[in-house]
C-alpha cells in the first residue's frame, strides 16, 4: 500500500469487472487495515463504459506513501468471535450463501447446513443485474431486506471463504451497521468436527 501511494485519509474508489464482488472485498480489506474513506463504484467497469466515460491504458504512478499497517478488529471476525456471536442474543449471524448451502443441501465443505442461530440474506438478494453488471438494490429496499436485523446489534457476516459476504458487508455498512466479515467462514466452520451446525 506504501507503494501503491494510499494511505488511510485518501478518498478511494474501488472497482471491479462490474459483478461487485471482487471489488467489496477489496473495500471491506481496506476498512480492516484503517481506511476510513473509501467507496465502490457500483455496476464496476461495466457501468463506466456504458456511459462512455474515459478510459486508460497507463499505469498510474504515485508517490510512495507513510501508511503503517494497522488491524481494525471490529471489522473481521474470527472461528472464535464467530462461536460467541451464535450464542449471544445481542449479536445476530448472517449467512451470505445461497438458501440451498444454507438448507445443508450443498456444501464446499467436508460438513453440510449453517453456523447454529444463523440468518439466511443470500448475497444475490441485494443485487440487480443489468447488462451482465451487478448493481446494488436502492436503499429503501436494502433497508427493508435487512429490517429484521437490529441496528443496535453487532452483525457477523459469512460466506464459503468470505468474499461474497464482502457484499452485505459494503451493504451494512452503508445502511450504517456495526458489521464484521468472517474471513474463512463456512471453509473453517463446515471443516472443523468441533463446531456445532444446523440443517
Known amino acids: 500500500l506504501q507503494d501503491l501511494g494510499v494511505d488511510t485519509h485518501h478518498d478511494i474508489v474501488v472497482y471491479d469487472e462490474g459483478k461487485l464482488f471482487k471489488s467489496s472485498r477489496v473495500f471491506w480489506t481496506l476498512e480492516v487495515y484503517g481506511f476510513k474513506k473509501v467507496k465502490v463504484l457500483d455496476g464496476g467497469m461495466i457501468a463506466w463504459q ?3 466515460l474515459p478510459l486508460s491504458n497507463e499505469v498510474s504512478k504515485r508517490p510512495p506513501s507513510k ?3 494497522m488491524v481494525d ?3 473481521i471476525a474470527s472461528k472464535f468471535s464467530t462461536q460467541l456471536a451464535s450464542i449471544n442474543p445481542k449479536q445476530t449471524v448472517i449467512d451470505a450463501r445461497s438458501s440451498k448451502a ?3 443441501e450443498t456444501s464446499t465443505a467436508k460438513r453440510f447446513g449453517h453456523i447454529p442461530t ?4 443470500a448475497v444475490h438478494q441485494q443485487l440487480e443485474n443489468n447488462n451482465d453488471a451487478n448493481f446494488l438494490l436502492n ?3 436494502l ?3 435487512y429490517s429484521d436485523v437490529p441496528k443496535n446489534e453487532k452483525v457477523v457476516l459469512y460466506c464459503e471463504i468470505g468474499k461474497v459476504s464482502s ?4 451493504v451494512l455498512r452503508e445502511l450504517g451497521y456495526d458489521v464484521a466479515n468472517y474471513d474463512a467462514s463456512w471453509r473453517e466452520w463446515g471443516n472443523d468436527f468441533t463446531l456445532p451446525i444446523e440443517k
Open 50 to 52: 456504458a456511459l462512455g
Open 102 to 104: 444454507y438448507r445443508g
Open 167 to 170: 457484499t452485505n458487508y459494503l
Open 139 to 141: 436503499a429503501d429496499k
Open 67 to 69: 501508511y503503517v499497517a
Open 73 to 75: 478488529h471490529q471489522r
Open 118 to 121: 444463523a440468518i439466511n440474506i
Open 143 to 145: 433497508s427493508e431486506l
